[in-house]
């Protein structure tokens, strides 16, 4: 069932809205701003109150979220998002607070991300937080003006050019280093998933600005030569940047400052449970250890004799990165989540995920190609190439699974894995949807074979199926222009 | 198995290039257009800029992908293709004829050497 | 631990399919060096009451603006937002979803942001706009490095009225790009167009104009983009208060090219400044070249009306280094919420609404005006908001009318522009009450 779109039940009369009448003196609009300055029309549908919550809430029924069902995908951490937590953040006290007001008016909120960056100190071994960054992408630009600047500082600007990603990098990583200008070279990955150090300690020299790693890896395998890794780009004065997207592994057991990074970016939409949106809004708070501090995005919330405040004394910080606040309303969710977890929490939460992705794994091996490890952290890649020779494919696996009433895995990334589907089914998924899940996939499976047009026809129940994207790219419609 | 003609010059990057004279006819190969998917887009320069060996011709958008295509020979662009502005699909269905991308008039005919001729090619895309 | 449904005896026999005796086995990788041997210092997990209990004394620490008699604006709006708009964006398929990347299970998402994405381009006169971004600052930071990279030059002039946070950020992006950016002077509060013609030369990407400006005045956008088009340069016109464009002339009609900004007062709590709601949309030419998402209409195997994400080659996960931008997200449940506030106000509502904005300011200003010891330099057509110079120090004047229960801006102006007098910009919107402005004058004559 399609739902039309508001303008196209748009009545010229239909009114959702209401306004006290002017209870000051109404004067001619034209008096006021001439009438050259004034719009004639606007270009927004009448539409009836009634008429545009059936409008939504239809919508709605047609997008599936975690609160429907199983959303393996990987290096998203889907999580249960804690209602407790949206009702707090609901409060009129922390919705309705202005940031240019006096910071005497505020100091609740400041408290809670001065708070919170003290939380995720402890959490993630960093020294310095700040809590501005709007999503990742923007955490890791971040990330970059800070190298850029810390280098230049030290007379070092010229020579260090370079940032060095593994070819199993998220998209951003290259992107945000090519932003600030950076050139990009791209470190292999060895046989078993993990950077190869020779090709590291080749390409590593005082050319080198940094290396950006995620840990785990996005194939879900930890980097054990951390370690190592830390004192090759350390030895060459060079900068180790922690993507944290896939911090879910390891809370509570390690955390990246102790592995060596400088700087680190959170996902807080991931790791720390706050709602991902339909797409945003995120927060990416970026870590860094105490040499890095002057170099901050300014403001940085501080405390002194127990009064907070914004402080912009950062002579060498990198400037402003927002318009006025951070994602506050993502942080506070974040500070709420942390302090349920409590001391011991992390560590459950983490065991939990990886023991989940084991189990999964482990129940699997027979069905769908694996890499040779025998363990994986808190995601595991299946590469379903076997099945190609029945015409499947990753991606008609992901629509088969939706008629099964599960969200696919992330399909077709890394990109170092050609057929791939990565599943991250977190820590908050039941054994029972993990039996389920497991069952669905060894059914396709076999479907695959016996049956495969089930699979390229798939998927069968949905509102829509297969959108034709190569249409929509071609034949460019991307919005409703009313004449 | 995608078809390799034979008469072409191709490149390490999967760009043909025929050679009439001086001018340079140049597109991509059946395989390269295969690997790409259905193409959606393709950036067209105006004629008479110069074109060094090397530089990127265009940007073909696919979908789930955009490469980067190289000029297998330095000189003045003639034309691109204007055909793949209302149809980029050409490239996919006739990669060696109608989804021809720029025409290219070479000031160096020494630059054909370094390219591959269709055995080689095959060698090179050997599956 | 509360959100984990996994029972002890269940971990027990899915450790023992993994071939393990403990879930701590199954983090034998982690080299001893960095493997924590105690519990974090993260204090005791606290329950839902003592959470709540927690978080109302932190609360009890805020003042919230709906208390009466707050003038702020700049960088975000205090507008009414319709019931409606929570009820609708609450719903838990909408806020738990993630970016639709599989269409068949997120058709919801995609309608709302296509009408999103309509409304945008509606509302500014341009051709395409994107599914959102960050905030207005970013935005504009965006917008500068496409036109930047679009016409290959790496000098951008920009207005000196743009709100100076705004002006901070381009900074930030342009340090680390190798962009230079040079100021346009001001004059009698809007941007001088004769020192504008001077600046403007063929190594310029693009003028970036603010409108209503940081001193809340509308600038002649139609005169500038005559100006610039001239010389084949373009004008990017930066929105902070986006509620303008209820009553204000498209600046797509007026010679802009790209118009992007902030958008948070269209239905979103300001909440203390984030997350907000930025938005980029510009003419047809630009469309392969905008940053982050946007969402096309298409057909799906039946020929049934779908929604997907597209042009998905600009972005960073496949273009990599070569993407238009790193930007990965758009602030969809901010956008939806924006779109249902459009929906719900409607072609007449948003009219009304932003005429109400018109005549309690200009009622306000009429006031104020009537201050002696105030000056208010600048008569311009504005919109909601306007500068006043007072006769004494502005923190002084700050803290007497808060003592009276009256909020007002701790923005200082006079930083960026030295030749104001203890500048302050007044906000007034549909929610400022006859009462709370007269209260307002009354109380400035009282305490100057």
Known sequence: MSVKLLYEISVKGKKAYSLPPLDVPSIPISQLLPDELQRKKIGLPQVSEPEIVRHFTNLATQNYGVDTGFYPLGSCTMKYNPKINEDLAAMEEFLNIHPLQDEETVQGALEIIYNSAELLKEITGMDNFTLFPAAGAHGELTGMMITKKYFESIGEGEKRKKILIPDSAHGTNPASAATVKYEVCTIKSGINGEVDLEDLRKNTDESVAALMLTNPNTLGIFEHNIIEIAKIMHSKGSILYYDGANLNALLGYARPGDMGFDIVHLNLHKTFSTPHGGGGPGSAPVGVKEYLAPYLPVPIVEKKNSKFSFSYNYPLSIGRIRLSGPNFNVILKTYAYILTLGAKGPREVSSQAVINANYIRENLKDYYSQDMRSRCMHECVLNPSEYLKYGVKAKDISKRLIDYGMHPPTNYFPLIVPEALMIEPTETESKETLDEFIEVMIKIAEEAKENPTLLLEAPHNTPVRRPDEVKAARDLDVAYLVK | ?127 | MKYIPVTKEQNEEMLKKIGVNSGDELFSVIPDEVLLKENLNIGEALSEIELKNKFKDLAERNVPFNKKNFFIGEVAYNHYIPSIVSHLARQSQFYTSYTPYQPELSQGTLTAIYEFQSYIVNLTGMDVSNASLYDGATAASEAMLMLCNHTNKDKVLVSSLLHPNVLDVLKTYASVSDIEIIEVANSDGSISCSDLEEKLSNDIACFMNQSPNVFGIIEDVSAISKIVSKKNISLVNVILEALSLGIINPPGGEGASVVCGEAQSFGNEISFGGPGLGFIAAKKEFIRKLPGRIVGKTIDLDGKTSYVLTLRAREQDIRREKATSNICTNNSLCALKATIYLSTLGEEGLREVAEQNVQKSHYAFSELSKIGKINIPYKKPFFNEFLIELPEDTDIVREKLYNRGIYVSTSHLEKYHPTLKNPLILSFTELSSKEEIDYLVKTLKEVL
């Open chain 2, 1 to 127: 198995m995608s078809e390799i003609r034979d008469g072409l010059n191709y490149t390490k990057t999967d760009e043909w290039v025929k050679v009439a004279g001086n001018i340079a006819t140049v597109g991509i190969t059946d395989y390269a257009q295969a690997h790409l998917g259905d193409i959606v887009f393709v950036e067209l320069k105006e004629g008479g800029v110069e074109i060094k060996k090397g530089d990127v011709l265009t940007t073909i958008e696919s979908v789930k992908s955009a490469s980067d295509i190289y000029s297998p020979v330095s000189g003045k662009l003639i034309e691109m293709n204007k055909a793949l502005e209302a149809n980029p699909g050409l490239i996919n269905k006739e990669p060696y004829d109608g989804g021809w991308i720029a025409k290219i008039e070479m000031n160096n005919l020494e630059e054909i050497k370094d390219l591959m001729d269709s055995e080689k090619y095959r060698e090179y895309r050997k599956e």
